[in-house]
Structure formats: structure tokens, C-alpha cells
């Protein structure tokens, strides 16, 4: 494996993981939003779509790891939002 491409696998599953156990923690400990478990494991399906979309190439300009960990991230903020709108 290139140390690119894992430095990039890290970035994503950092991201997602992340903001997971973000979501988590803010239904379960804090008790801010109560957020049911699959929506707060929405994060970790696109660091899986992620995953499975890297099967050789050619990429386009828009699927860069960063634009996959901003989109974990929006997931999560997404998932926190619609938990405190219902």
C-alpha cells in the first residue's frame, strides 16, 4: 500500500469515525439530541462508500479524501440536526 493512500484512508476514516463518537456522545452522555443507533452510524457509510468506490481510477476533481471527510462530517451535522428538529 502507498503511504499516500493510506494517509487519505486515515484522513476519511478519521473524519467519519469521529464524528460518530461525536454523535454518540452527544445523545447518549450529554443527553442533547436523542439520536437513534443507525442514524448515528450514517458517518461510517461514507467512509464505506468511500471505500468501495476506490477501485482504480480515474477520479474526478470532486472526489478527493477531503471532500469524503467534509461529507462524514455534514452527514453527522445532519443526522444532530434532524434529531433536535423532531
Do not use: C
Request: charged share 15%.
Amino acid at each position: 500500500m502507498e503511504i499516500e493512500r493510506a494517509r487519505d484512508d486515515l484522513v476519511v476514516a478519521a473524519s467519519a469515525g469521529a464524528t460518530t463518537i461525536t454523535v454518540a456522545l452527544l445523545s447518549g452522555v450529554a443527553g442533547v439530541v436523542d439520536v437513534p443507533t443507525l442514524p448515528t452510524l450514517a458517518p461510517l457509510a461514507i467512509y464505506a462508500g468511500y471505500l468501495f468506490s476506490r477501485k482504480g481510477g480515474p477520479y474526478g476533481s470532486l472526489d478527493r479524501p477531503r471532500n469524503w471527510a467534509a461529507g462524514a462530517v455534514l452527514v453527522g451535522v445532519i443526522v444532530v440536526a434532524a434529531s433536535v428538529v423532531s
